[in-house]
């Protein structure tokens, strides 16, 4: 007696085939991610490569050459105190980069986390967790922040963490939303029939249906961490001497730019509008890929 076996197809137990088609073809064929890749890299290239090819420092004062306009030896010019402006545009750059890169990166993994526990887990947890994010959306990111800036000395590792507690809900409930959806899909039902872990189906078939959204949400939280440090650099609570960076140069030239000294103003200005519409195209291309996709928008 012969008993037939039924071959179910892979498809059925892995993720779909459109997760992978979204980010190797709609996000990649965008050309809002490439420009904003591009002006990512170059920030990147000019903050960390630049200071290679120029190594001065950025507090050194130079006597002959105070509120120099940008020439030919002084590219970008110097502040009012003789400081080269290039040089202080590279490693303030650099250092709000890094604490924007490293508050991201905490925050994606601990709303990742989050959101797939409580969207895949439901019932208490879910709850819980869901309790716990709205609680913290509900706090002006930039209160916690100026705080404790008040109560402890400065530091990047303070901000990196004032921020990353702060912002890792907005990473959450996103991520919660998409898994609430990819736990109905077809093949994590089968996988979970066929009495796959719920650690296995989390990572084997859920994870894979969360790139698209990690890459947006990853991107939009790095911006508005740069944002949430520099709005308090130009407020003044910034990291101490001898840590530039580019909210406090925008502060402090607000006070020679009637003066004239306007390059003091534009450049940093202009570096940060830069930095932020690179993260918003990159974010903004993600975010079309996903609700072409799965046509569920964000």
Known sequence: MHSDVVSLPEELFTETPFVRRTLSSTILRDPLFWIGLVMFVGL??????????????????????????PSAKWTLGTDDIGRSEMVRLMFGGRLILLIGLAASLVSTVLGLTTGILSGYLGGAADRILTWAMDVILSVPQLIPLLLIENLLTPTPDTMIFV??????????RPVRAQVLSLREREYVKA?????????????????????SLLL????????????VVATASFLGFSLPPPWPNWGSMIAQSL????????????????????????????????RDALAGGTGVGL
């Open 44 to 69: 990147l290239f000019f903050c960390f490569v630049g200071p290679m090819f120029d190594r001065a420092n950025p507090d050194t004062i130079h006597l002959n050459a105070i509120a120099h306009p």
């Open 163 to 172: 921020v990353a507690a702060t912002s890792w809900p907005l990473v959450g």
């Open 216 to 227: 947006t949400t990853t991107s939009a939280t790095m911006g508005l961490a740069v944002l």
């Open 255 to 286: 006070q020679v730019i009637y003066e004239g000294y306007w390059w003091l103003f534009v450049f940093p200005g202009a570096a940060f509008v830069v930095l932020q519409l690179s993260l918003n195209f990159i974010s903004d291309a993600a």
């Open 191 to 211: 996988a979970e029939s066929l009495g796959a872990s719920r650690v296995r189906v989390m990572m084997r078939h859920v994870m894979p249906g969360l790139w």
